[in-house]
């Protein structure tokens, strides 16, 4: 898994009731329609992959891309992520059980640990790679040498 959430982000279910509040707050046709404005913008984008995704700046690449994949028929699946149903129960009891090797990459430059992948499930190694977030993009290079090396 490249960059996976924390651990207590895919083991803590949401809540139901955050759930409904969030996804029906980003379908709203005023607000909904407000954030995802804003959200779609280029300078947004380009706000949020260099805060959260890169370790250097985005290059215009990346925000060409991005901008040809948002707009209103790209949004239910970006809408039912940002709400939390991906989080919406804990997925600890299948990670716990998982026999088979696990390869965690996880960016020099994230400050998100992933350590307790490691300390809770069985075979599991950590790889960590230049980068930060998106680091199939940002060092494809290294991302692809270490899965031939698989």
Known sequence: ????????????????????????FLRTP??????????E???AIEFFSNQFLFSNKC??????KTELEFGVKAR?????????????????????RLDQPTLIVEGKDDNRQ???????MKNCQI????GR?????????DFSSLLAGI
């Open 1 to 24: 898994m490249a960059s996976p959430p924390t651990w207590k982000d895919i083991t803590v279910a949401v809540p139901e009731n955050e759930l409904e509040r969030n996804f029906n």
């Open 30 to 39: 005023i607000l909904g329609e407000l954030a995802f404005g804003i959200l």
């Open 41 to 43: 913008s280029r300078r």
């Open 59 to 64: 290059d215009e690449s990346w925000l060409d």
């Open 76 to 96: 239910p699946p970006v809408q039912v992520f940002n709400s939390g149903f991906c989080m919406n129960r804990s997925l600890e009891p299948e990670l716990l």
């Open 114 to 120: 992933r350590n307790e992948y490691f300390e809770n």
């Open 127 to 130: 790889q960590i790679l230049p």
């Open 133 to 141: 977030n998106v680091i199939p993009w940002e060092f494809p290079e």
